[in-house]
Structure formats: C-alpha cells, structure tokens
C-alpha cells in the first residue's frame, strides 16, 4: 500500500469533531501533505486548512482524496457518493479508513477500474502475506506498547519518529492502524490480517536496515487486553524491537470496552512485555514511559511523571506537555 | 459449520502415508462417524475402511464427502476433479481441510449451488464473528497448551475427551484446526481467522455451560513460537480455561520450522502460560503433562513421565502408551 499525496481531505458533513478525527490526525502530523479540505453543505467542522472543491485540488495537484471518517457502524454514507465518484472523475485515487469497503460499493469500484484509479481501503489488509520467522534484523526498532488500548500508542509513535528525524537520525514510521497508515501513506492494519500472519506482516513492514537506522512501529492493543493480546503478542515478536516505550493513560479505570477488567500494575505490564519481547529480541531494552496526563493539572502531571521516572528509572513524559526529547536523549543513536 | 455424517473418506491417488494424516484422524478418532473410504486407480493407502464406490457409500447413508488430503502446496489436484462433481451429483456434501477452496474452483461452486449441496473448507474461516471480551463463563474447560507447534496437542485434547466421556462426564471437544474439525464435524481453523477475533472465536466456541460440563479446546501453536504465538495467546484468553495441560515432544531440537529458536524450558513455559491465562481465569489450574516419547524405548519413557511428575507436582503421561487417566483423576469432576 503507497497512498500518493498530497491530499485532499474529505469532512463530509460531519458536526462532530470526532467524526474528523483521523483527518486532523494526518493535518497534525503531515501538514505537508495536506492541500486542503473539502466539505458538503451541512459541514460545521473545520480542520483550519483551505476549503478547496474537488477541481481546485486537481489543479493545485492533488493525487488522493481521503475519506477520513468515522462514524457509526463504520459505513459509506450515501450522501458520500457523488463526491467520491467525482474525485475519481478528476483523477484522484481515493483512500478509506472506513470499515465498509469502498471496492465493496459497485459504482465506485466500476468507476475506479473504468478510469484507472487506486482505491485504498486502509482498514482492511490484502496482499501476500508470509508467515514470520524470528529471524535476526539489523537494525533498530523501537515499538510503542500499551497497558491498554487507545493510550496513545500513534501519537507517541509519531511524537518519537520527528524528534528523531528532527535531531538528523535516519528513522521511518511503521503504521499498523488505520490512522497510521493515511499519515505515512503506507503501513497495514494488523488487527485486520488473518491470524497465521501477524508477526510476519510486522517483520515485513520493518524489515532488515543499516546499524543507524530506526524504525519506529506503532504498537496495537495491550498484552493485558482481553480482546486484543494475541494481535499484541504477534506484533511485539514480529517487531523484534530493540526499544520498548510504555504508553498509559492516567487515570484508566478499567480495560477499555470491558468495564470488569481492571488495568494491568505498571510494573508488571513492563515486565510481562520485556519478557514475551525476548523471544525474539534478546537484548531488548525498556526506554521510556509516555503518558497522557490529560485528567492533571501541569503541575501534577509532572509530578506524576517524576514519580515514575524514579520507580522504573526511565524517562517519563507527556509527549503532548513535555515532547519526547528526555526518552531519546536516552537512547544510543 | 456443522458437517453432517456419515461421511465417505476420499483418499485420491494418494502413495504416502502422510498424505492422509487428515482422514486416518477421522478414522481413528470417530469410527463410528466413517462408512469406509474412496480410492482413485494408483492409490497404494488404506485406512483399513471398507472401499466404497460413490454410489454404495449413498446407498448406506453417506452424507459427507471428505477430501482429507494433503499434498505440497495444498491444491485440489485436477485427478480429484471428477470424483467431487459425481459426489455432489449423488447427494453428498463435500468438505475439505486443504488450502485451496472447494468454494474457488467455479466447476464444484456452481455444481453445488445448483444442486443445493454444501461445500466445507474448513481450513477456512468465515461468519459474523465477534470480539472477546473476557467476561467469566460457567461451567469447565481444559485447554491444551505447548511448548512448540504439532506437539500432540489434538491427539491429547481428544484422548482427553474420550476418557471423560467413558467417565460418563458431560464433555465436547472444541475444534481448533482443520484436522480437529472434519474429526468432531464443527470447529474453527483459529489461525484462519482476522487478528482481531481470535479471542472472541474461542468465547463462541466454549460458551457457558452447566457447572458439571466439561469443554476440551484444542490448542494451537505455542507462546514460544515466534511465528503464531499471537493465535496461541488470544486462543488462551478466548478459552478462559479451568485446567492447562502442556503438550511436549521429548527431544525435539528447535522450535517447529525454525532451526535457530530454541524450545523453551518447560517450567518458564508452563509459567508464562498460567499468567497468561489468568488474565480471563483467575484461578486456572495446571492440570498435568503430556508427552510424545516416541523417540524413548517404553521403560525410558516413564520413568522421563515420572521424574517431570515429581518435578511439576502433577501427572505426567505419554497419551499413547499411557492413556489419560492419571490426569484426568486429578481433576475434581
């Protein structure tokens, strides 16, 4: 999957911030690739970038129109149809983070190959995946792991590719989620791979690179998760990271979606992934905690993350009030 | 998938043993279940079933067709073609644990649409399934777990079942794997299914039951195994089991496949397993050891089966030449 930019960024007629939530995802963290927004009457959200219709991205060059929605039930709306079909009419590939599958949808999968357009369904994986190995990579890798899901696993990820490519280091961003994967404009669902596969699709989506290379992979999920620890565990031996960032949200109460399964201690969430990381990487290393400290003031969030830099001594930040300088300082680049 | 019998085993142009592993499972495991085999000219195998011609298995009441084959690669041959089409045109159903669909090949498709017929590939995994969600269910389930792949897992998850059943217990074997599946007639191919469900997979499949019931799941992989223990993982949380039984081969030299991974050590794995499991079980027991030990003369094998008793404090059995019975005494029933 090689999305091209730039894009054009589809809001729809969304009302709810959260509905843009992957679109102002990729205007965060990839402005560059952003030309602007296109939007439907009825739209009251605005990811501040210019409103451009669907012939004036063309001309500016626009390659992709992403439709970086959510909403209930994961569906192509209806009232979607025209516009997507006209953004193939003029020239665009078109990527999806929805579930419903834009290839699914007759007219616009007739179109697409009609007019030779690409079509990304980003949630979904294909492709000839192979069945990993553990074999040895060059390299480094570091992989955000969580003590839950949607603790801020992408958002450290990215956090951690520019501060190192903003201190000259050779790093690449390895996308295993929907969002992931339309910022970088590659990557693959993992949760959406067959389950034979899981660490192998990881192996190939870090593969073997120079001593000073990093590459930064987004983890999914938590070992102690329910739900989601086998996608986890194949990830983390798929990985075979040499560094491991510890990603929590302050103040969880319990699992996400399972209000009966308490949180994993800290500690143990530590050791329990530096153990199963071993299988694969011996010599792995625990680098850091990143929190979101959003339920804090700034003062106590501080203090909360002085605190646990002291009981696991590592650094500990909040990527969004303090950066991730302080878990890179540490690392041997 | 529920596979109907009696079923006719087709054993094709097969010249080795191994290539009816599958139907000699069947066989051996659910006699009752199997009204005799079907050859094509140059067969060299027998399962020791009676031969039966298409038309006298209908006659006896056959229902299912099997194609419990497997060659390189896992492809329907082209020899095997004809013999299909006529099973469908005389009745039967047809089910199949290779890689390759029946439901693929247009020819038997649209033979078995037009006659109303069923096709089963079982190594295959479809339905609306869900997530896991860890919530605690009634009744008991033993899930075998490994040290690495094709351990003996099934062979003792069925051994297990068989000797609760002469117990008179109240058991079902859970099907995990293409062979398990054609033996009980219904099961998931658990590596076959998205990431995502594999847990949730394995809730559907054991669901509540009465406090006396017992389920015997099927385990797959091994958390040691740098390719699949994703699926063994979410497999172990799906299960929730009650008891854990380690499956072990004595002597094997590395991890299935991969000549550089070691096996792990046999207390680090029966430990990672029960911390693993108690994640959705709290109060999970480890029930006991089974062995392979084909490669130990039988007096060197029990007295390996005594010293790994004494050493984990629980039965130790080769199921072959020891049966189960010491572990299930064990069990409190």
Not at 150 to 169: F, H, N, P, Q
Not at 210 to 215: D, P, S
Not at 263 to 292: H, M, W, Y
Request: hydrophobic share 40%.
């Amino acid at each position: 999957m090689n999305i091209q930019h730039p894009y054009l960024l589809f809001l729809g007629d969304a009302t709810d911030p959260l509905a843009v939530k992957t679109s102002r995802g990729i205007a965060q963290w990839r402005p560059e690739k952003c030309l602007g927004e296109n939007t439907l009457p009825g739209c009251e959200i605005s990811l501040g970038l210019t409103n451009l219709s669907i012939e004036e991205a063309v001309e500016k060059g626009a390659k992709t129109f992403v439709v970086g929605l959510a909403n209930r039930g994961g569906k192509i709306s209806q009232s979607w149809l025209t516009t997507i079909l006209k953004a193939l009419e003029h020239g665009l590939d078109v990527a999806s983070g929805l579930h419903q599958r834009l290839a699914d949808i007759p007219e616009i999968h007739e179109k697409a190959k009609a007019l030779g357009r690409q079509l990304f369904d980003v949630r979904h994986a294909t492709g000839d995946f192979t069945v990993g190995t553990g074999e040895q990579r060059t390299g480094n890798r570091i992989l955000t792991v969580g003590s839950d899901c949607s603790v801020g696993k992408m958002y450290t990820s990215l956090a951690l590719e520019g501060e190192l490519a903003s201190r000259g280091v050779d790093v690449s961003f390895c996308a295993t989620g929907q969002t992931g994967i339309l910022i970088s404009g590659s990557g693959i669902s993992i949760d959406a791979v067959v389950a034979d596969f899981i660490s192998g699709v990881v192996e190939d989506l870090a593969p073997s690179k120079a001593a000073n290379h990093w590459h930064v992979i987004e983890g999914q999920g938590s070992l102690f998760h329910p739900s989601y620890a086998g996608v986890s565990l194949g990830l983390l031996h798929g990985a075979q990271p040499t560094v491991l960032i510890l990603c929590h949200e302050v103040g969880r109460k319990h699992m996400r979606g399972l209000p009966h399964q308490a949180l994993p201690d800290l500690a143990q969430c530590i050791k329990t992934n530096l153990e199963a990381a071993r299988l694969t990487s011996p010599d792995v290393k625990f680098g850091g905690i990143s929190l979101n400290s959003s339920i804090l003031d700034q003062a106590a969030a501080l203090a909360y993350c002085e605190d646990l830099a002291v009981q696991f001594g590592v650094p500990c930040v909040d990527p969004l009030r303090h950066g991730v300088g302080a878990i890179i300082d540490r690392l041997s680049l």
